[in-house]
């Protein structure tokens, strides 16, 4: 079992930055792919980001491209989402996940395929 733990999360206003943690602990693999997804109340879970283990390769969701970075300390077993120019649009709960193995660029993307969950922290971007 991996355990993913998120922070970082806050109140901010339009145009701030944040960055969010997810440590994880357990049966961890750094060949794992990580990713960070987002659900706004009344509204399903969608994808932020992904890393690939090595953190060669990343993906984001078009909404999010070119203001927020996700990177990996695998020394550290932490997966970060640095998120800039925030907007209103993006307040939710965002999540930390992982994956028990490596995923293709096809499914990296889709919750289904991710294995382990965190539980959250909020973020609440005023205008």
């Known amino acids: 079992q991996v355990q993913l733990v998120e922070s970082g999360g806050g109140l901010v206003q339009a145009g701030d930055s944040l960055r969010l943690s997810c440590a994880a602990s357990g049966r961890t693999s750094s060949s794992s792919a990580m990713g960070w997804f987002r659900q706004a109340p009344g509204k399903e879970r969608e994808f932020v980001a992904a890393?690939?283990?090595?953190?060669?390769?990343?993906y984001y969701a078009d909404s999010v491209r070119g203001r927020f970075t996700i990177s990996r300390d695998n020394a550290k077993n932490t997966v970060y989402l640095q998120m800039n120019g925030l907007k209103p649009e993006d307040t939710a709960n965002y999540y930390c996940?992982?994956?028990?193995?490596?995923?293709?660029?096809?499914?990296?993307?889709?919750?289904?395929?991710?294995?382990?969950w965190g539980k959250g922290t909020l973020v609440t971007v005023s205008s």
């Open positions: 996940a992982a994956a028990n193995r490596p995923l293709s660029d096809y499914i990296i993307k889709r919750p289904e395929y991710m294995s382990y």
């Open positions: 890393i690939t283990g090595s953190g060669g390769n990343t």
